[in-house]
């Protein structure tokens, strides 16, 4: 039984920590190691507490059910539209962010020699065939790059804990601490694995709580340690400046020590971060249209169907990656404060709120409707604070 959970506990980091961590101590950096830690621990509390509000619904059906399905019964069909919309938007924006971060890491390369957006091709040139072969091999090659993954980071931490500089991370800017709230949530965004999480821990929900605790835990943890390296070994101008030019944490780290040991982790981290999350992200956007198209006729040639379903899933992030190479953070910033927040955090608000009292159900979550009141006020803040920045209005500090 405890296997199993720490099974589950490994599922759930393993399905945060990505890509994303990448542009986390740009975005915290601006406002400083210490008032951000105030932000990391709200978007820990929130994004947990809307995961375990997702446990209580998925404890509604007596059988395996996905998000859109929760959506549905409790929300309508209008809900799951909506809901079905968010998705594709997230999963697009996430892979416009991870092929652009590719393209910069491949360019860097060549010392700048050539285009971001040549890079972003060939990555995706490169490993886009594995989400044509389906599942198991991008499980296989997904095994081999976590062990990568692992290492790398390890490696940058031990090798980075030198220059970690006191004077960086005792900077503070309190103003700007709400620039990371939208990739925090994504960075905390686990939420999708929670049917899976049930299925494998036999819908025993103490058990599933522990793994959502212990799992959101370790993830933390583990953003921590890496915000007191990043932080630390990089000045605050460099950090502003990494933001202006799209540049994430790895590459930032590069270019200021020139290290060629560091470098070469940094690099590493950078690429098993990157393809890690960009299978994933491809693959499961390869099973969301599946299923979302299932109704149609199917094609009597299956490699011919999987074609076009990872022409789907590639060439719109790829054409929107080249045409504009720049947006990293513009993107995670898209899909954590727009898509995130509404799925992961107001929709679970809103379903226990309305299915609680007829539901009967034997778990609910402490707090009553107050804790439901502060989830979707705290979400619509988020929300909120992310279209003005995308419109350009000032009611917020930005760099």
């Known amino acids: 039984m405890k296997g199993k959970i720490f099974g589950g506990i490994l599922l759930l980091t393993g399905s945060c920590v990505g890509a994303g961590m990448l542009g986390l101590p740009i975005l915290t950096g601006m406002a400083g190691f210490f008032p951000t830690l105030v932000m990391f621990f709200l978007a820990w509390f929130f994004m947990t507490t809307t995961a375990l509000l997702l446990v209580e619904v998925n ?31 997230l999963f697009y924006a996430l892979l416009v962010a991870y092929m652009v971060l590719s393209g910069n890491h491949f360019a860097s390369l060549f010392q700048n020699s050539i285009p971001s957006w040549v890079g972003t091709f060939f990555f995706v040139a490169g490993f886009g065939w594995l ?43 309190p103003s700007m601490v709400f620039i990371a709230l939208p990739i925090l949530i994504i960075s905390f965004g686990f939420h999708n694995m929670i049917p ?38 990089l000045p ?9 030019q799209d540049i994430d944490a790895a590459g930032a780290i590069q270019d200021f020590l020139h290290r060629p040991v560091v470098g070469s982790f940094s690099s590493a981290l950078a690429f098993f971060a990157i393809l890690t999350s960009f299978l994933a992200q491809s693959l499961g956007l390869s099973h969301f249209w599946r299923d979302g198209l299932s109704k149609l006729k199917k094609s009597p040639n299956a490699k011919l169907e999987n074609f076009w ?49 007829r539901a009967n159900a034997t778990y609910k979550v402490w707090g009553g409707r107050p804790l439901l009141i502060f989830i979707a006020l705290f979400s619509c803040f988020i929300l909120f604070y992310q279209l003005s920045q995308m419109v350009g209005l000032n009611f917020f500090p930005s760099p």
Not at 138 to 165: E, S
Not at 225 to 233: F, H, K, P, T
Not at 237 to 244: E, G, L, P, Q, V
Not at 327 to 350: E, K, R, S, T, Y
């Open 236 to 244: 605050t101008k460099m950090i502003f400046s990494a933001f202006r």
């Open 131 to 173: 989400i044509y072969l389906g599942t198991r091999p991008v499980d296989l090659v997904n095994r081999l790059l976590m062990f990568g993954k692992i290492a790398a980071f390890l490696g940058l931490v031990f090798l980075g804990f030198q220059y970690v500089q006191t004077s960086n991370l005792v900077y503070s800017e």
């Open 196 to 233: 899976t999480l049930s299925a494998y821990l036999d819908g025993d929900v103490k058990r599933i709580k522990k793994a959502i605790i212990g799992g959101s835990l370790l993830t933390l943890a583990i953003y921590l340690v890496w915000e007191v390296v990043a932080i630390g070994i």
């Open 309 to 357: 379903y990872c022409g789907l899933t590639l060439l719109p992030p790829l054409g929107f990656a080249i045409l504009y190479s720049n947006i990293f953070f513009a993107a995670i910033n898209f899909a954590g404060g727009i898509c995130a927040v509404i799925l992961f955090g107001l929709f679970p608000a809103l379903m226990v709120w309305k299915g609680r009292a």
């Open 59 to 89: 404890c509604w059906f007596k059988r395996p059910v996905n998000l859109l399905s929760m959506v549905e019964h409790s929300l309508g069909k209008y809900g799951r539209a909506i809901a079905w919309a968010l998705y594709l938007f």
